[in-house]
């Protein structure tokens, strides 16, 4: 017993270093308002340089926006500050499929004035650091007011 207890334990914490998996999700009904919408920060944000190698090559791979305090650790190759009015458009609406908490659905964004970070995909999670950036009313997904003032479709 205590042997299978100890393998299921050890699958779990391998299952958090796999590569996540994604579904995309921007053709269901309540998501579609959202996909090719452009929306301006109402706060700073910070955009992170991330490498998705194993071994933390120092290359980036994905840019990650977060809400401010961010994020840290190896996988994290740089950090930049958007100031507020920073232009986002919503690409495509992605949920992890492999991902043991459910935590890791996010956005994929662009940041059409900031040609700097359009050489990688750019990701936004759809929560982050307990803030909600991604709401849901009346089957409807939208960014968060408070954080995101929707500026065109």
Known sequence: MIGRSMVLLLNLLFAGCM?????DLSSRPE?????NTTYR???VMLIHGVTLD?????????YSVTPKPGMSGPEILSQDELPVGTTIRVVRA????????GDGDELEVELPE???YASHRATIR?????????LKEREKASLNSALFE???R
């Open 19 to 23: 590569m996540a998996r994604y579904e």
């Open 31 to 35: 998501y579609v308002d959202l996909i």
């Open 41 to 43: 920060s109402r706060e």
């Open 54 to 62: 194993a071994n933390y090559k120092k290359a980036v791979d994905i």
């Open 94 to 101: 992605l949920a992890c499929t492999n991902c043991i908490f």
């Open 114 to 116: 900031l040609t700097k």
């Open 126 to 134: 759809v929560t982050f650091g307990g803030k909600d950036i991604l």
């Open 150 to 152: 929707k500026i065109q």
